[in-house]
């Protein structure tokens, strides 16, 4: 393996938690090609050599937002929306009676799909859920996709990807060549840069994490010490999604598995932690 690929790799790892294979070294140059030739790097190896410093933090974004996957589409994989509807969100709503509030957090929600999924599910139980505060925190490494998500305007094939008809005339408009959220969705959601890396004590206690199809990009210490910062970060009784591929080995002290698509739950907080196979 080349020794400026495996630099880059391991800063990558360190600033993000993303774990590149050691034969990925084409794919990350044609990702990186058009930031050399923005930022004026006639060559990989002043691109890492730079990378690795603490200098432009803008070049860094643009490293990170080049490097990471942002494959996501509305209501991805169906099932995960359908249990949280019929299963977890009666459970909270009966939990949290008393409070009647209720905290979501889309953990890697890319370009912003699946935070607009959830909102559009929560609308729908609206008469379920009239006079809750409902709070929904959506979250990314890249800021491009941050930026796209806030924007909240999609193709048509982005639209026509886990939407029905019904949903896109209710919860979107037409504009110029493209579908945008309407307002009054698009304000349900915060959405703000963020790194799982990071310390998430600013943010809060939650009832309901999704962090589906990002920790598979981990390396196993990286996936570890976010699964028990995300472990902490969960209510009581709290829900975690992960991706229904991110497989897990049990027994844990921290989580119990609810169903097959994916979704666990807190148990009593101890140690060791939950494990990723």
């Not at 999609?154 to 307002?183: I, K, M, P």
């Not at 349900?188 to 990071?198: A, P």
């Not at 943010?203 to 990002?214: E, K, Y």
Request: net charge neutral.
């Amino acid at each position: 393996m080349n020794l400026v690929f495996a630099r880059f790799r391991r800063r990558l790892a360190a600033l993000t938690g993303i774990a590149l294979d050691a034969d990925r070294q084409y794919l990350a140059e044609s990702r990186l090609a058009p930031v050399m030739r923005a930022h004026g790097y006639d060559s990989f190896a002043h691109l890492v050599e730079a990378f690795e410093g603490h200098g432009n933090p803008l070049f860094q974004r643009d490293v990170i937002d080049a490097m990471t996957t942002n494959e996501t589409l509305f209501f991805r994989d169906r099932t995960p929306f359908e249990t949280f509807r019929s299963k977890v969100l009666p459970d909270l709503i009966a939990a949290r009676a008393h409070e009647r509030r209720l905290r979501f957090w889309c953990a890697a929600c890319s370009t912003g799909q699946e935070a607009y999924s959830l909102a559009m599910t929560l609308d729908q139980d609206a008469t379920a859920l009239r006079g809750w505060s409902l709070e929904i925190l959506a979250t990314d490494l890249s800021t491009a996709a941050i930026d796209a998500a806030r924007n909240g305007s999609y193709s048509q094939f982005e639209v026509q990807r886990g939407l029905s008809t019904s949903q896109l005339l209710r919860y979107f408009h037409r504009r110029e060549e493209a579908w945008r959220v309407n307002e009054h969705l698009r304000a349900r959601i915060d959405f703000r840069d963020f790194n799982l890396l990071s310390d998430y004590s600013e943010l809060g206690a939650f009832d309901v994490i999704f962090c589906r199809n990002v920790l598979m990009y981990f390396d196993s210490e990286n996936k570890q010490a976010v699964l028990g910062r995300l472990s902490n970060a969960l209510s009581d009784g709290g829900y975690l999604y992960l991706g229904a591929a991110e497989a897990t080995s049990e027994p844990n002290a921290y989580f119990t598995k609810v169903s097959e698509d994916g979704l666990w739950r807190t148990r009593r907080r101890a140690s060791p932690q939950l494990r990723l196979a």
